[in-house]
Nanobody
């Protein structure tokens, strides 16, 4: 079992930045690939970014590529999502998730956090 807790969400103006964190506890954090997903009201949960177990490979949705950066610190059992140049369409609840290898499909992930709200005002 892995427990995940997100933090760092909030209200920001368009063009601003936020850094999300996801702290993991339970089984060995470095055994899991990590993903960030988001869900806006009335929409399906969508892939944002993912990172391999060792942090050497990263993957991004086209909509955030070049603006968001995923990283992890296995010594701190934490994965991060640095979000720059935020747009109103980035408004959503952001979730971190874990599974044994990197995938971009939400249903493939085994463990999920409770989510953190990100609101970008225009």
């Amino acid at each position: 079992q892995v427990q995940l807790v997100e933090s760092g969400g909030g209200l920001v103006q368009a063009g601003g930045s936020l850094r999300l964190s996801c702290a993991a506890s339970g089984r060995t954090f470095s055994s899991y690939a990590m993903g960030w997903f988001r869900q806006a009201p009335g929409k399906e949960r969508e892939f944002v970014a993912a990172i391999s177990r060792g942090g050497t490979s990263t993957y991004y949705a086209d909509s955030v590529n070049g603006r968001f950066t995923i990283s992890r610190d296995n010594a701190k059992n934490t994965v991060y999502l640095q979000m720059n140049s935020l747009k109103p369409e980035d408004t959503a609840v952001y979730y971190c998730a874990a599974r044994v290898s990197v995938m971009t499909t939400p249903v493939a992930y085994d463990y999920w956090g409770q989510g953190t709200q990100v609101t970008v005002s225009s």
